[in-house]
């Protein structure tokens, strides 16, 4: 799981009918430096599936690769990164 933050949304003419309830979010990665900072990251933005509601700005927690289609098992569908939850506080010590 990787911590980031929520950077805008997409809109779909045609999804997966497997996605129904959720909508597609762009999130930016942190690292340790942009952790400690609070300024965004700098990785490769994540098209993320979000079920939960995140909006704009929130700490988010996604999962990435087979795990994030797992919440959808046994119908599978294809994404490659999952918001698992929203993030209220983060700490970082180091």
């Known amino acids: 799981m ?5 950077i805008g949304n997409l ?7 497997g996605l129904k309830g959720g909508r597609m ?5 942190d690292d ?3 952790l400690r900072s609070g300024e965004l990251g700098r990785g490769e933005t994540v098209v993320c599936y979000d079920g939960v509601g995140a909006r704009f700005g929130d700490a988010v927690g996604i999962s990435e690769g087979r795990e994030a289609a797992m919440p959808f098992h046994p ?6 990164a999952y918001l698992a939850c929203i993030l209220e506080n983060v ?3 180091i």
């Not at 979010?25 to 990665?29: A, D, G, N, S």
Request: hydrophobic residues 40%.
């Open 75 to 80: 119908d599978p569908v294809a994404i490659d």
């Open 32 to 34: 340790p430096a942009t």
């Open 91 to 93: 700490t970082h010590d």
């Open 25 to 29: 979010i762009l999130v930016q990665p």
């Open 11 to 17: 809109t779909l003419c045609v999804a997966d009918p």
């Open 2 to 6: 990787r911590i980031g933050k929520v």
